[in-house]
Antibody, heavy 114, light 112 residues
Framework: EVQVLESGGGLVQPGNSLKLSCATSGFTFSTAWMYWYRQFPEKRLEWVARIKAKSNNYATDYTESVKGRFTISRDDSKSSIYLQMNNLKEEDTAIYYC?????WGQGTLVTVSS | DVVLTQTPSILSATIGQSVSISCRSSQSLLDSDGNTYLYWFLQRPGQSPQRLIYLVSNLGSGVPNRFSGSGSGTDFTLKISGVEAEDLGVYYCMQATHAPYTFGAGTKLELK
């Protein structure tokens, strides 16, 4: 059974950092392309970042609004991906979802507020 | 960025009624590899999005066959042939042909 479980969300002040984690099981993680998405309070969905597999040199890609602030990474030995979020802004407030193909986690809430 | 326009924004239906949701793209979603990366998701209240349809018309694992997807190029449709109570929620289309991937604004399916 495929499992995707995010963690690391919380309340943070603007300008601060937070690191999200996503632990997975039930599929061949080392060849999987993994994704972060987010859903804003008004329910709009947005793709955030993607990381490809080792065979694709772990290539990464980001939505424009997070480039230079967010970094996606992976640890194939732990079947996990991460999202390092720096210089957070109030508009980054959202539920963050980790996903592989059809499988999405339950999400972790990030609130950026002073 | 590719804009996906979903209509209607709210859909009221009775149990057993057949309904359709439209998703129109600002650009063709046909990729150079011959695939069209158009997906449909359902988000039930309090849950994360569930992928129903991939590559326009392929039913996801465990998804009831009352759901069907069709379309090409810039025009796509999700049809539910006989709405059931568990189908209520918000439906989103998503494209992954052009970076950045983008979503439609959603269609809320509610009981009439």
């Amino acid at each position: 059974e495929v499992q995707v479980l995010e963690s690391g969300g919380g309340l943070v002040q603007p300008g601060n950092s937070l690191k999200l984690s996503c632990a997975t099981s039930g599929f061949t993680f080392s060849t999987a392309w993994m994704y972060w998405y987010r859903q804003f309070p008004e329910k709009r969905l947005e793709w955030v970042a993607r990381i490809k597999a080792k065979s694709n040199n772990y290539a990464t890609d980001y939505t424009e609004s997070v480039k230079g602030r967010f970094t996606i990474s992976r640890d194939d030995s732990k079947s996990s991906i991460y999202l390092q979020m720096n210089n957070l802004k109030e508009e980054d407030t959202a539920i963050y979802y980790c996903a592989w193909r059809a499988y999405w986690g339950q999400g972790t809430l990030v609130t950026v507020s002073s | 960025d590719v804009v996906l326009t979903q209509t209607p924004s709210i859909l009221s239906a009775t149990i057993g009624q057949s309904v359709s949701i439209s998703c129109r793209s600002s650009q063709s979603l046909l990729d150079s590899d011959g695939n069209t990366y158009l997906y449909w998701f359902l988000q039930r209240p309090g849950q994360s999005p569930q992928r129903l349809i991939y590559l326009v018309s392929n039913l996801g694992s465990g998804v009831p066959n009352r759901f069907s997807g069709s379309g090409s190029g810039t025009d796509f449709t999700l049809k539910i042939s006989g709405v059931e109570a568990e189908d209520l929620g918000v439906y989103y289309c998503m494209q992954a042909t052009h970076a950045p991937y983008t979503f439609g604004a959603g269609t809320k399916l509610e009981l009439k």
